[in-house]
T-cell receptor
């Protein structure tokens, strides 16, 4: 069965420190991977996506993620966290055959000033 | 990109009643979806809203409980029928244009439903 795992419910990081939000996936076939961010009272926005090509993907607001096929991971990273990065982050995988997106449970990122 | 609006943004309803949520996209899209996001949980796909035909429901969701309409390429409705407190959730409309693997899937702001 297709699945996405985000092992951490919440991640706390001091402002200015690097942050990592973890994601692993299990799909059959080639995955298309996404990170979405959800700010309070707003819809989900795509932060970055991996379709094909370079395993290191750069996205909005200084975020990046690395696709690691052997470890089936797609961890989200940022070198220096901002308080404004505090939000709910979802890792997601699109299974091309099914044309659907499967979401992880979400990780709440809390940046401490 | 596509901008998606939903109405209502939130509602408080009584047990046994029904609520219809509207979703409007500012451009024509091939695919529209309805998701549920229960408190503290992830997004779960309810169904794919098909234009001109019956929606395709995921396992655990049925048409009698969640009837969906999609009369054209920019609009869809989801009805939550005979509501119970367990239906309290955020309901999200989503849209994507098929034809390219690079096409993004966009989401509306959600409808926060509380059932008493």
């Amino acid at each position: 069965a297709q699945s996405v795992a985000q092992p951490e419910d919440q991640v706390n990081v001091a402002e200015g420190n690097p942050l990592t939000v973890k994601c692993t996936y299990s799909v059959s076939g080639n995955p298309y991977l996404f990170w979405y961010v959800q700010y309070p009272n707003r819809g989900l926005q795509v932060l970055l996506k991996y379709i094909t090509g370079d395993n290191l993907v750069k996205g909005s607001y200084g975020f990046e993620a690395e696709f690691n096929k052997s470890q089936t991971s797609f961890h989200l990273k940022k070198p220096s966290a901002l308080v404004s990065d505090s939000a709910l982050y979802f890792c997601a995988v699109r299974v091309v055959r099914d044309d659907k997106i499967i979401f992880g449970k979400g990780t709440r990122l809390h940046i401490l000033p | 990109s596509a901008v998606i609006s939903q109405k209502p943004s939130r509602d408080i309803c009584q047990r046994g009643t029904s609520l219809t949520i509207q979703c409007q996209v500012d451009s024509q899209v091939t695919m529209m979806f309805w998701y549920r996001q229960q408190p503290g949980q992830s997004l779960t796909l309810i169904a794919t809203a098909n234009q001109g035909s019956e929606a395709t429901y995921e396992s655990g969701f049925v048409i009698d409980k969640f009837p969906i309409s999609r009369p054209n390429l920019t609009f869809s409705t989801l009805t939550v029928s005979n509501m119970s407190p367990e239906d309290s959730s955020i309901y999200l409309c989503s849209a994507r244009t098929s034809g390219s693997i690079h096409n993004e899937q966009f989401f509306g702001p959600g409808t926060r439903l509380t059932v008493l």
